[in-house]
Nanobody
Framework: VQLVESGGGLVQPGGSLRVSCTAS????????MGWFRQAPGREREFVAG????????YYSDSVKGRFTISRDNDKNMVDLQMNNLKPEDTAVYFC?????????????????WGQGTQVTVSS
């Protein structure tokens, strides 16, 4: 069971970035997926989540309207499109697999984690 993130990097404020997560070792379409982030000195926090069928998506208030989560069950991938990025979005972004098919905002409902990818928003 493995999740591998890609696509992080340095972007200027107001810019866009897309991070991706490729899953392997399990039936991807059976589970909800989520994105979390952790900034230095802060706890890991929920960013966005998507149910197995993409029917339901959740976002944190801080990213709502700027970020979009999507998944492709044929490719075993989940993406996070981030627009209008702000310096406070700077963090390591983690992909995670949920315990179940239905999406949750709770960190303890996610049991498989990627290694993370750094996103830095700075001029």
């Amino acid at each position: 069971v493995q999740l591998v993130e890609s696509g992080g990097g340095l972007v200027q404020p107001g810019g866009s970035l897309r991070v991706s997560c490729t899953a392997s070792g399990f039936t991807f379409a059976d589970y909800a997926m989520g994105w979390f982030r952790q900034a230095p000195g802060r706890e890991r926090e929920f960013v966005a989540g998507i149910s197995w069928s993409s029917t339901t998506t959740y976002y944190s208030d801080s990213v709502k309207g700027r970020f979009t989560i999507s998944r492709d069950n044929d490719k075993n991938m989940v993406d996070l499109q981030m627009n209008n990025l702000k310096p406070e979005d700077t963090a390591v972004y983690f992909c995670a697999r949920g315990k179940y098919a239905l999406v949750s905002k709770e960190l303890n409902e996610y049991i498989v984690w990627g290694q993370g990818t750094q996103v830095t928003v700075s001029s």
